[in-house]
């Protein structure tokens, strides 16, 4: 018996390092994590594929601190 090999959704995977780098380097980078996050998580329900934590996280360090910058600019003014 072969065994399939499930495979992560790569987008995915790239959502949660751009997450994750806009934490450091740059906000646009949040961004570009949020939306491919949020489009990954949709590809994933659609094909079963392995990588929704990634998509989730991504979504959720964007989504935080996309929030944190936004209050914070609005009670630096």
């Known amino acids: 018996m072969k065994k399939e090999i499930e495979k992560t959704n ?3 995977v ?7 780098a806009g934490l450091f ?4 980078l949040l961004v570009i994590g949020l939306v491919l996050g949020l489009v990954s998580k949709k590809e ?5 594929e ?3 934590e990634f998509a989730q996280i ?3 360090i ?6 944190i910058i936004l209050f914070a600019l ?4």
């Open 44 to 48: 994933i329900e659609k094909s079963g």
């Open 58 to 60: 991504a979504i959720i």
């Open 25 to 28: 380097v740059s906000s646009i």
């Open 14 to 20: 790239i959502a949660f390092v751009f997450s994750v």
């Open 62 to 67: 964007s989504s935080i601190t996309i929030a």
């Open 50 to 52: 392995k990588g929704i």
């Open 10 to 12: 790569t987008m995915a």
């Open 74 to 77: 609005s009670v630096a003014n």
